[in-house]
């Protein structure tokens, strides 16, 4: 493993092309994922500028693949496969969960701002009873 002196790089710019060449050249395919913080370490800088490195990237269009599962970790998708099961499989479940809770947070404020009253549903399991001890 090889760890990239901070010094090599001075603009985020810079940073950003160190992190894509460190993931295009060294972890293609899901099965050769880097943790981020390993990834971190190799460029020469913390887990969170590493993970904001890799989302800039991302949004300049480069497909950069991450996976929670076994291989954890950032890599470059070794084929077409690879790169729709990311995204089928990380994106788009979290982005219909953000519109479900989008929705239903603007439903939230408007009933509010009518004045109208919003029930509170707790389950009964999580509401104390009196004199009930665990």
Request: with cysteine; proline share 7%.
């Amino acid at each position: 493993m090889r760890i990239l002196p901070r010094q090599l790089w001075q603009t985020t710019k810079e940073l950003e092309a160190t992190v894509l060449a460190e993931i295009r050249d060294n972890h293609v395919g899901l099965q050769n994922a880097i943790q981020m913080p390993l990834l971190g370490k190799i460029v020469g800088v913390d887990e969170r500028r590493a993970r904001a490195a890799v989302e800039a990237l991302r949004n300049r269009r480069y497909p950069i693949c991450t996976s929670i599962g076994r291989p954890a970790g950032a890599f470059w998708p070794a084929n077409p496969k690879e790169f729709w099961e990311f995204i089928h499989g990380n994106y788009r479940p979290r982005r219909l969960s953000m519109e479900t809770t989008e929705g239903a947070m603007i439903e939230g404020y408007a009933r509010w701002q009518r004045g109208e009253s919003i029930e509170v549903q707790l389950q009964p399991e999580l509401i104390p009873q009196a004199g009930r001890q665990d």
